[in-house]
């Protein structure tokens, strides 16, 4: 009989929408958010979009009595906008930001200039180590005509690569964050799939919030009908998941969101609903026998290792489709830097006139002929530049294509390691080599 010892842990995870003079009441929202964290007493606080370094400070120190210990992943132009606040001393901390993150002349969108990135924060919790994961993927701004579909999916791809290498040694791991990816989409399948990572709305006991778990809701006075599109009621793209190890049973109590504006405050805390997950961590000591009871079925690993070959071959003909995209508009810079270029040729040899024809009189007037040679360079810069990070896009979906093309070699070599009929594989452990690993989704 194993022994068991049960340990609580309360997450708490939520998109601030920090942006100082863009963000609605951003300072009282930090107040209220501040107030509330001290109020609840969270174990593990994971918060994106706190783009200033003073409201992070601002909230550490007010935190200070129930979380002491807290990191601030610093990336990109503005930051990543990820903070960790727990109450478990933080070992060690590690920022991986992604290869693609959207364009810089989108500037409205402001992706690109924010620096998305996945952080990670090692404490102990217990006798056990725990991983900590935070991040926030690219927003979906047009969901029948989303450009920028291909770099959400190389993110989820890089995001679940750099889980499964850096959790190695982890007995739970917990990720939260703004994943803009509904529960169903290709990004989110490949997450999940590949990692074996639990959805705690899905496997939560008991469940109080808005329907359906969404974190944006029509409801919330800082949301539009036109960012929801065609879901009227709203949308989930925040998420608390979870995975647990041979030394760790989780189970998900409880699970709540808030729901729209704060009572006796007149808005909300941000324009994302706030996630809180209960978990229960059961730590044991197994015996061999108890152990193998948790390995799964040579059906069952057949089943994923198939699934997660469908869904990795799907990752990939989008990553193409960027791939042509990029390719595409790499050729109109080339093209239109030929033209500025040319352009340019041509009004040095009409600058050249007066000097090959004495006496000749400069044909155009010389404002017009100085601000046609601005434009000229400026095409030129412009062009030059647009190249350059064309090439870069394109160097990494070129990568991450020929990542899932070795990874759906492997997992297809696998694959056919099953032997075709397995009618007492419950009783047996799968092939050597098929213990749970890298792109074993369970343990």
Not at 114 to 127: P, Y
Request: charged letters at 20%; a negative charge.
């Amino acid at each position: 009989m194993a022994n068991t010892d049960s340990v609580g842990l309360r997450v708490f995870s939520l998109n601030c929408w920090g942006i100082h003079y863009l963000s609605k009441h951003c300072p009282q929202r930090y107040a209220m958010i501040g107030d509330l964290l001290c109020k609840e007493q969270h174990d593990i606080v994971l918060l994106q979009e706190v783009w200033s370094e003073k409201d992070f400070l601002s909230l550490k120190q007010k935190l200070a009595s129930t979380h002491p210990h807290s990191h601030y992943f610093k990336s990109g132009v503005i930051g990543s906008g990820l903070a960790i606040y727990t109450k478990h001393r933080i070992h060690d901390t590690f920022l991986y930001r992604y290869s693609l993150n959207g364009y810089p002349y989108m500037a409205h969108h402001g992706d690109w200039f924010g620096g998305k990135a996945v952080g990670l924060a090692i404490l102990n919790i217990g006798s056990l180590t725990a991983n900590i994961y935070v991040t926030h993927l690219h927003a979906e701004y047009c969901r029948d005509k989303d450009s920028y579909l291909p770099h959400r999916v190389v993110q989820a791809w890089e995001l679940q690569q750099f889980i499964r290498h850096t959790s190695a040694g982890a007995d739970l791991v917990i990720l939260g964050g703004d994943l803009n990816m509904h529960p169903q989409d290709l990004g989110n399948r490949l997450l999940r799939t590949s990692t074996g990572l639990r959805d705690s709305y899905s496997e939560t006991a008991k469940f109080d919030g808005c329907e359906n778990g969404m974190t944006l809701i029509a409801d919330n006075p800082f949301i539009s009908q036109k960012e929801l599109g065609p879901f009227e009621k709203g949308i989930r793209i925040d998420y608390i998941l979870f995975k647990d190890s041979s030394k760790a049973e989780i189970y998900c109590d409880f699970m709540s969101t808030t729901k729209g504006s704060v009572p006796d405050h007149p808005f909300p805390y941000s324009d994302h609903e706030a996630l809180t997950a209960e978990l229960r961590l059961e730590t044991r000591t197994r015996t061999e026998a108890e152990n193998d009871r948790k390995v799964m079925s040579q059906d069952a690993a057949a089943g994923k290792l198939a699934e997660l070959v469908d869904i990795v071959t799907e990752a990939r003909t989008e990553v193409k489709v960027g791939l042509h995209c990029a390719e595409r508009m790499r050729y109109t810079a080339t093209r239109t830097g030929v033209m500025g270029l040319a352009l340019l040729f041509l009004e040095l040899a009409i600058a050249a006139v007066p000097w090959l024809a004495l006496g000749a009189e400069q044909p155009f007037p010389r404002t017009s002929f100085y601000m046609l040679a601005a434009l000229c360079f400026a095409i030129l810069v412009t062009t030059f530049l647009l190249y350059i990070f064309y090439t870069m896009e394109l160097k990494s979906l070129q990568g991450a294509e020929d990542q899932m093309r070795l990874a759906v070699g492997s997992l297809q070599e696998r694959l056919r390691g099953f032997p075709l009929a397995q009618p007492h594989s419950s009783q047996r452990r799968p092939p050597e080599g098929l213990e749970p690993s890298a792109f074993d989704p369970e343990e």
